[in-house]
């Protein structure tokens, strides 16, 4: 079974300043995929950013980048010039390749973030 | 086009009924799935549809828990003989396909088991 861990429960930023979530997995997998999520109050949750495990090249999308590190099993997400729409919980999630049973994503316990003034 | 939506937004119960909670995926999205989401938690997955495929019902926490899909249309999650443990909110995902196909979830349903 996969496991996913988010080891920052909360952090905070300045608006305009640069912020890196942390995550880290755990799979016997090869082909998977990662996502990061963005809950904000409204509860709904938005998909952020989505990163193929055979692609070495790390997924970008407009302020949020991230550092996909396989060997690692990391998978951090940096959000450059923090706004205050930001403000939510960021959760990741694991994703087997292998469909049928497997579809069901994996997902941390979350990262609130909160941007301040 | 319309995202996924779910009904009602909020639901009060009182301990030992049942509740019907509803989804209604993105149009041609052949994938449904139900989260729960307990109170400063992450996700647990409950049960997936794909197609006409037998649903994997491996996240159903009890027997009272069950879900139904028409087609690859709505579905509804009901919950018998409520717990207060059973108090979440329920978030409802579809995708094109299954893995790895990426979901998108409705906005959820707020459960409170009184």
């Known amino acids: 079974a996969q496991t996913v861990t988010q080891s920052q429960p909360e952090m905070s930023v300045q608006e305009a300043e640069t912020v890196t979530l942390s995550c880290t997995y755990d799979t016997s997998e090869n082909n998977y995929y990662l996502f990061w999520y963005k809950q904000p109050p409204s509860r709904q949750m938005i998909l952020v950013i989505r990163?193929?495990?055979?692609?070495?090249q790390n997924a970008t999308e407009n302020r949020f980048s991230v550092n996909f590190q396989k060997a690692a099993k990391s998978f951090s997400l940096k959000i450059s010039d923090s706004q205050l729409g930001d403000t939510a919980m960021y959760f990741c999630a694991f994703l087997s390749a292998g469909g049928g049973t497997a579809s069901k994503l994996t997902f941390g316990t979350g990262t609130r973030l909160q941007v301040t003034l | 086009g319309a995202g996924v939506s779910q009904s009602p937004s909020n639901k009060v119960t009182e301990k030992g009924k049942d509740v019907e909670l509803r989804c209604d995926p993105i149009?041609?999205?052949?994938?449904l799935y139900w989260y729960r989401q307990r109170l400063g938690q992450g996700l647990e997955f409950l049960i997936y549809?794909?197609?006409?495929?037998?649903?994997?019902k491996s996240g159903l926490p009890s027997d009272r828990f069950s879900a139904e899909r028409t087609g690859e249309s709505v579905s509804t999650l009901t919950i018998q003989r409520t717990q207060q443990e059973d108090s979440a909110v329920y978030l409802c995902?579809?995708?094109?396909?299954?893995?790895?196909?990426?979901?998108?979830f409705g906005p959820g349903t707020r459960l409170t088991v009184l």
């Open positions: 549809f794909q197609g006409n495929s037998a649903p994997d």
């Open positions: 995902a579809s995708s094109f396909g299954g893995a790895p196909r990426t979901q998108y």
């Open positions: 149009s041609g999205h052949t994938a």
């Open positions: 990163q193929e495990a055979y692609k070495q």
